[in-house]
């Protein structure tokens, strides 16, 4: 019986040695060696004491120069001296390049006359060409001569100015002396609107704007004052999710306090209902108001169809028990803001902002009974014919319309 056994042969490195470099002869000489007749890679890398991976990538290498050779029939060049080669090329280019700039600038220079070459240099960079730094180099003038020369240079006009503009100047200047508080896009909707009564048609905004901009017509950008971050989102993506309510105090000219709460719909920014007194607003009055508001938007109701949230501020009227008590009993979820964040009723905030500004602030009433006559038309006015940023600068019942019931 046989028995057939397998040695195997581990090689220990008992010390480093540094890596020796093969010339290019040695390493045709090596490849060589491996053609002859019954040697094989691994036996002459092991004999030489080169890994059999590096012996056969040389050998590879070989080959592919031999089948690149043969096929272009000429001599391989090595790609190193080929890179070369391309950055010369490169470097050639770049020069010729440059070169043919400078005689093109020079023979614009000759076209526009014998004169100083700062001056030459001047009129050739406000033509823009050609590039500050190419002028400045072919001319050999400092850059930055030329560059406080250009500034010194008067700027041309960039806005123009078409005929139906003055068309339209009279119709601007009608809504601003009516609305003086609007700015340009609120401007641009009701111009809009009274051009398509009279069967004309629509202008883009930026027109307005530019209009406006000629003729000192724009309002001033006020100054916003840094204030904490606020993450929360008051504004719903539906009608009936939450209604936000808040209170202000109008003065008139003798003296006289009116104080004013509202309930606003925090999707379609309509005032669903209000209520004014000149002795201040309790939590009855609080209590009248959600009830009304609850009648409007779903009828002779007791309970609400489906919960709504009720967000104020943390006044005596709101967080009264009663007033509370009521507003659950009818379906409202109460929610109240922390104390001394008035931002998270900001959009109730926001419109006692524009309320103040587009109403009060043109009127001057006299006396209560007479700013009172007016609230009526106000809110009026504010839910049919005010613009809103957020409702794609449509009226908060223009929006309910056409969006929202469309």
Known sequence: ??????????????????????????????????????????????????????????????????????????????????????????????????????????????????????????????????????????????????????????????????????????????????????????????????????????????RVYRIMKLNNLLLLAAKKKPTRSHDGKVITMRSNTRWCSDCFTLQCANGDRVHVAFAMDTCDREVISYISSTIGIDGRAIRDLIFESMEYRFGKVDVLPKPIQWLSDNGPCYVARETVEFARNLGFDVRTTPAYSPESNGMAEAFVKTFKRDYVAFSDPLDAHTLMKQLPAWFEDYNENAPHKGLKMMAPRQFIKKVLRG
């Open 1 to 206: 019986m046989t028995i057939s056994t397998t040695v195997e042969c581990n090689e220990i490195i008992h010390s480093s040695t540094n890596r020796r470099r093969w010339t290019p002869l040695e390493k045709q000489q090596i490849v060589h060696e491996t053609y002859h007749s019954g040697a094989t890679v691994s036996y002459v890398a092991r004999k030489h004491g080169i890994p059999p991976s590096q012996l056969f990538y040389w050998r590879k290498l070989m080959e592919n120069s031999a089948l690149t050779g043969v096929k272009a029939e000429e001599a391989v060049v090595p790609q190193s001296e080929a890179n070369e080669l391309k950055k010369r090329i490169k470097q050639l280019e770049q020069v010729l390049g440059q070169k043919t700039l400078e005689n093109e600038i020079l023979r614009e220079a000759v076209k526009l006359g014998r004169g100083k070459k700062t001056d030459l240099a001047a009129t050739l960079a406000g033509n823009k060409r050609f590039r500050i730094r190419a002028i400045a180099r072919a001319l050999e003038i400092s850059r930055s001569n030329l560059t406080q020369r250009l500034k010194k240079m008067e700027p041309h006009s960039t806005h123009y100015c078409k005929t139906e503009d003055n068309e339209l100047l009279p119709y601007i200047r009608e809504i601003i002396d009516k609305r003086s508080s609007y700015g340009y896009r609120r401007v641009t909707i009701l111009l809009n609107h009274r051009l398509q009564s009279e069967g004309k048609l629509k202008v883009n905004h930026k």
